[in-house]
């Protein structure tokens, strides 16, 4: 351990949960790494969806988890748990945190860190681990999404959409995605999209139909739910893929299946936050070989909206809740 730590830290506390205004700083004790994790003094945190869920408290954290807010930060390395191989004092790194982010210090076994990528900030890095993972894992370890197919990703201004966008483009597939307005549309396609539609005066699936010689895509990221679902199932291709990472409308909606038959469709979906240690770091692992260079090279770049000091955390929960962002949402703790 380090022996110049403080015993206590700032973070940010949202008591029994409700709405963004509930939530507030507070001190408490510095938590200490278990074996196999590090303790990282928090330079920027980002700001995801599961995190307003948690707030609200219709998402309550796994058991062990830190109840603090926060699934990713940037930082440095200031102790290590028994058994860390990885990492050393000072090393400059960005990971997924299984909660605990919004803070001063975060606890984060080492398989789940990953090294800044050169040619980026902390704030940059920061802004990587909660969507690179989760895109990795869902549209190419379990989409299996491959060079020259046709790809729709909704909500494409978000923080995942953008990332979804980048690396399916930046392996070769043809990238459609859907958003709200013309200003999210020309950030989609100035991040590499193929084709934006726009949802509030454009149907989804007679748009697919039409960029794809009526064959459809061959997979779909959604996160919407609601009467998308069936939506989707039309715009699939025979042997096409739908993967399900979230439901921003209701996820019990009547769904006639008969599609999923007849078309040879795959569906599945999945959640990060309860992932296996040893199953995110298999995800790191494939990130830094894999991603992690084209991040170097600027191929991929996260797209930060703004940025708001930790004390701020109310206001940035207003705005993901809002969706009027592009982007990622992030919090600024110590800077660097």
């Known amino acids: 351990m380090n022996l110049n730590l403080p015993q206590a830290m700032t973070f940010v506390a949202h008591g029994e949960g409700g709405a963004p205004e509930v939530m507030h700083v507070s001190n408490g004790r510095l938590p200490q790494p278990a ?8 330079a920027y945190a980002g700001v995801n969806r599961p995190d307003c869920l948690q707030r609200s408290g219709r998402y309550p954290p796994p058991p062990g988890a830190s109840p603090i807010l926060g699934l990713e930060a940037s930082g440095h390395v200031v102790a290590v748990g028994e058994g860390v191989t990885r990492w050393k004092l000072g090393d400059a790194l960005c990971g997924l945190a299984n909660g605990g982010a919004y803070a001063d210090y975060v606890c984060i076994p080492q398989g789940q860190c990953l090294p800044v990528p ?12 909660e969507n690179y993972f989760t895109v990795w894992t869902n549209v190419f370890q379990r989409g299996r999404l491959q060079a020259g197919e046709s790809f729709l990703v909704h909500g494409g201004s978000s923080g995942i959409g953008l990332t979804a966008i980048q690396l399916a483009k930046a392996f070769g597939a043809k990238v459609l995605c859907t958003v709200g307005n013309a200003a999210k549309a020309q950030a989609c396609l100035s991040v590499g999209a193929d084709v934006a539609i726009n949802y509030n005066a454009q149907d989804f699936v007679e748009e697919v139909s039409a960029h794809t010689q009526q064959q459809g895509v061959n997979m779909i990221l959604d996160m919407v739910g609601g009467d998308y679902m069936q939506r989707n199932l039309k715009a699939l ?7 399900q990472i979230a439901f921003l409308q209701p996820s019990k909606t009547e769904v006639d299946w008969m599609a999923l038959m007849v078309k040879r469709l795959t569906f599945t979906g999945s959640t990060l936050r309860p992932r296996t240690a ?18 170097e090279k600027g191929q991929c770049q996260p797209v930060i909206h703004q940025v708001f000091d930790l004390a701020e955390a109310a206001q940035a929960h207003a705005l993901m809740e809002s969706s009027t962002h592009i982007g990622k949402i992030m919090l600024k703790v110590a800077g660097g």
């Open 35 to 42: 074996p196999g994790e590090v303790l990282i003094k928090v």
């Open 278 to 295: 040893a199953d995110k770091a298999q995800m790191a692992n494939e990130l830094q070989a894999k991603v992690w260079p084209l991040l």
């Open 118 to 129: 050169q040619g980026m900030n902390l704030l940059q890095a920061a802004a990587l681990p």
């Open 237 to 243: 291709s025979v042997d096409g893929r739908l993967v």
